[in-house]
C-alpha cells in the first residue's frame, strides 16, 4: 500500500514533541524536525498553546515536552497503526465488485 510521504499536522506535532523529550534549543530542533524556521515557529506557537511543550529558560533557552505531550504522541503512534486499516487502498477491481 502506497500512502502519501508528506506528514499531515498530527505527524508534524508528534514528531516535533518526540524531539523535546530533553530539552532542545530551536536550533536543534530545527535541524531535526526538517521544516523551515517559519512553520516551526508556527507549530511551536500552537504545541505550547495546547500545553503538550513548554518553554523554559534555564540554564537556557529550551523547549520541552510536558506529561499531556507525552500522552498526544502515544495517541498519534496509535493512530498510525491504525491508519492503514481505516482506510485501505481499493484497487480498481475492488471497486467493480462493490
Known sequence: MAYSSRRDT??????????????????????RSNLSYNQLRKYLTM???????????????????????KMFIEMVKKRTVIKPLVYPKLTQKDLLLL
Not at 10 to 31: F, G, K, V, Y
Open 47 to 69: 504545541v505550547i498553546e495546547m500545553d503538550l511543550a513548554k518553554y523554559e529558560q534555564k540554564p537556557h533557552a529550551s523547549y520541552l515536552v510536558t506529561d499531556e505531550g
Open 10 to 31: 498530527l505527524e508534524i506535532l508528534s514528531d516535533l514533541l518526540a524531539n523535546m523529550q530533553e530539552p532542545r534549543r530551536l536550533t536543534q530542533l530545527l535541524h
